[in-house]
Nanobody, 126 residues
Framework: QVRLVESGGGLAQPGGSLRLSCLTS????????IAWFRQVPGNEREGVAC????????YYADSMKDRLTISKDNAKNTVFLQINNLQPSDTADYYC???????????????????WGQGTQVRVSS
C-alpha cells in the first residue's frame, strides 16, 4: 500500500528555514516522482517542487525556485523540501504527492498524482 507521510512543519520566523519530510512506503522511490504542493484555505493547491526520480529531473515553481531545494534519502525512503528565507506568504498546508513514472512539464498539476499525504502545516510569523 502506497503511503506518504509529511512532517517538519511548524512555526517559523521570517527569514528562517524549514525542512519538510515526506516519508514514503509501499513502493520503490526510484520509480516514482514525488512532488510538494501547498495550499492556503480557500485557494487552489499550488505546485512547489517535484523530484522526478524516473528521469532524474527536478522542477521548481518559478516564484520560489531560488529558495527551494528538493532532495531524497533512498535509505530512509524520504523526500525532503528545504525552504529558505521563509516569508509570511509561505504560510500554508504543505502536501507531498506521488506518481509512478515521470510527470514531465505537468508536474505542477494536482490531477497528475495518484497518491497524497495528509499534509503538514507551515506558519511563518514573527
Amino acid at each position: 500500500q502506497v503511503r506518504l507521510v509529511e512532517s517538519g512543519g511548524g512555526l517559523a520566523q521570517p527569514g528562517g528555514s524549514l525542512r519538510l519530510s515526506c516519508l514514503t512506503s509501499g513502493f520503490t522511490l526510484d520509480d516514482y516522482a514525488i512532488a510538494w504542493f501547498r495550499q492556503v484555505p480557500g485557494n487552489e493547491r499550488e505546485g512547489v517542487a517535484c523530484l522526478s526520480n524516473h528521469d532524474g529531473i527536478t522542477y521548481y515553481a518559478d516564484s520560489m525556485k531560488d529558495r527551494l531545494t528538493i532532495s531524497k534519502d533512498n535509505a530512509k525512503n524520504t523526500v525532503f523540501l528545504q525552504i529558505n528565507n521563509l516569508q509570511p506568504s509561505d504560510t500554508a498546508d504543505y502536501y507531498c504527492a506521488g506518481l509512478w513514472g515521470a510527470p514531465g512539464h505537468n508536474w505542477w498539476r494536482t490531477i497528475v498524482y495518484d497518491h497524497w499525504g495528509q499534509g503538514t502545516q507551515v506558519r511563518v510569523s514573527s
